[in-house]
T-cell receptor, first 113, second 116 residues
Framework: QKEVEQDPGPLSVPEGAIVSLNCTYSNSAFQYFMWYRQYSRKGPELLMY????GNKEDGRFTAQVDKSSKYISLFIRDSQPSDSATYLCAMRKGLTGFQKLVFGTGTRLLVSP | GAGVSQSPRYKVAKRGQDVALRCDPISGHVSLFWYQQALGQGPEFLTY????????KSGLPSDRFFAERPEGSVSTLKIQRTQQEDSAVYLC??????????????FGPGTRLTVL
């Protein structure tokens, strides 16, 4: 069983929809949670990071962490065709020193005009 | 300024050949990471450098994989005697500091390796 589970999709939505992307994890030592966006033939780019449980908002994006359930989410409001990409969750065990990032498989999102 | 660059972007190798993949990190970045991304999967950690020191190589899948960063800037990932299971995108990332809670990793576009 992988440490981080993520539905690969694809998830198809119409423009303007609210999108919910999710990951579950098994290791309670994870403390630092990130969402990356990866366009085709490109490297991942960091969208948001959060520490511990709670919500964090940045424009149309909201990241949510529920450590008690080992569940994290990324919400995208007013989705646009340009949001079509693969969304990867990633997490690490500590804030100091080197701790490798552990990624989910990625969810492919398709936003149709 | 320029981001992380990788070369070549695409590499086709015959089984058993050796390959070398290059990463040019963002100038001045202390940390450098290599990841392997198989088709339909997320990136998997291979190795980490802090300047020229390789501090973690726990993700390298076998002793056929070797990475170096001799002058603390450019890095090379070498794969000896390539096998079909080595086919993947190899991503390089760099970050400006050694650690910290806002330690963003900036990824390059990757090298797509296909082993025939």
């Amino acid at each position: 069983q992988k440490e981080v589970e993520q539905d690969p999709g694809p998830l198809s939505v119409p423009e303007g929809a609210i999108v919910s992307l999710n990951c579950t994890y098994s290791n309670s030592a994870f403390q630092y949670f990130m969402w990356y966006r990866q366009y085709s033939r490109k490297g991942p780019e960091l969208l948001m990071y959060t520490y511990s449980s709670g919500n964090k908002e940045d424009g149309r994006f909201t990241a949510q962490v529920d450590k008690s359930s080992k569940y994290i989410s990324l919400f995208i409001r007013d989705s646009q065709p340009s949001d079509s990409a693969t969304y990867l969750c990633a997490m690490r065990k500590g804030l100091t020193g080197f701790q490798k990032l552990v990624f989910g498989t990625g969810t492919r999102l398709l936003v149709s005009p | 300024g320029a981001g992380v660059s990788q070369s070549p972007r695409y590499k086709v190798a015959k089984r058993g050949q050796d390959v070398a993949l290059r990463c040019d990190p963002i100038s001045g970045h202390v940390s450098l990471f290599w990841y392997q991304q198989a088709l339909g999967q997320g990136p998997e950690f291979l190795t980490y450098f802090q300047n020229e020191a390789q501090l973690d190589k726990s993700g390298l899948p076998s002793d056929r994989f070797f990475a170096e960063r001799p002058e603390g800037s450019v890095s090379t990932l070498k794969i000896q005697r390539t096998q079909q299971e080595d086919s993947a995108v190899y991503l390089c990332a760099s970050s400006p500091r050694t650690s910290g809670d806002t330690d963003t990793q900036y990824f390059g576009p990757g090298t797509r390796l296909t082993v025939l």
